[in-house]
């Protein structure tokens, strides 16, 4: 059973294409989040969601729009796609504010935007 | 703003040494600090995890350490093997996000 679930494992498409990616925990975590990984490995926070609300928002781009519908689930779309775009997208989840609770990671999104 | 840092960067080892990885944050005002494992092209794998009250923690062949004055811990691997091969995280949880360093990429030569 996987903790934290996210789709598409790869994604390959065209400048200016919208795309979305899905992820989903269940674990019964409160919190919520969306990482980038650029070319050179660094984990850089996009978005945090509490209980469905957004706490954090990292200067992304505004092509750039989360959505949680639940607890369980926070999916991140993406508009008019661009090549610098292309990285992968890792979605994670923790209890907020708690020091015993470790995060879990997705296996990541491939984004690759030709 | 929390700031992670990892020293080194890189680290190549013949098998069976005993290392150390230093990750180093800017603000103690955390709750807890977690070592995760990412082999390439793969998911993040957490190792451990230290309760920001909290000294130390062992699983197996790793021991990390906390010392949160000072804005440091370190990872400690025993006895390496080839499979230890991958890049080591360090991230600081303040809250709101996990903050991480940029990572320690280990090669255990056989």
């Known amino acids: 059973d996987t903790a934290v679930s996210q789709t598409p494992k790869y994604l390959v498409t065209q400048m200016g294409n919208d795309k979305s990616i899905k992820c989903e925990q269940n674990l019964g975590h409160d919190t919520m989040y969306w990482y980038k990984q650029d070319s050179k490995k660094f984990l850089k926070i996009m978005f945090s969601y509490n209980n469905k609300e957004l706490i954090i928002n990292e200067t992304v781009p505004n092509r750039f729009s989360p959505k949680s519908p639940d607890k369980a689930h926070l999916n991140l779309h993406i508009n008019s796609l661009e090549l610098g775009d292309s990285a992968v997208y890792f979605c994670?989840?923790?209890?907020?504010?708690?020091?015993?609770?470790?995060?879990?990671f997705g296996q990541g999104t491939r984004l690759t935007v030709v | 703003k929390q700031e992670v840092t990892q020293i080194p960067a890189a680290l190549s080892v013949p098998e069976g040494e005993n290392l150390v990885l230093n990750c180093s944050f800017t603000d103690s005002a955390i709750y807890n600090l977690q070592w995760f494992r990412q082999d390439p092209g793969k998911g993040l794998t957490s190792l451990l995890l230290i309760q920001s009250s909290q000294r130390e923690q062992t699983s197996g062949r790793l021991n990390a350490s906390l010392d949160k004055s000072s804005g440091r811990s370190t990872l400690y691997i025993a006895a390496s093997q080839p499979g230890d091969s991958a890049t080591y995280l360090c991230?600081?949880?303040?809250?709101?996000?996990?903050?991480f360093g940029g990572g320690t990429r280990l090669m255990v030569k056989p």
């Open positions: 994670a989840s923790s209890h907020r504010g708690r020091v015993n609770t470790e995060a879990f």
């Open positions: 991230a600081v949880d303040a809250g709101n996000m996990l903050t």
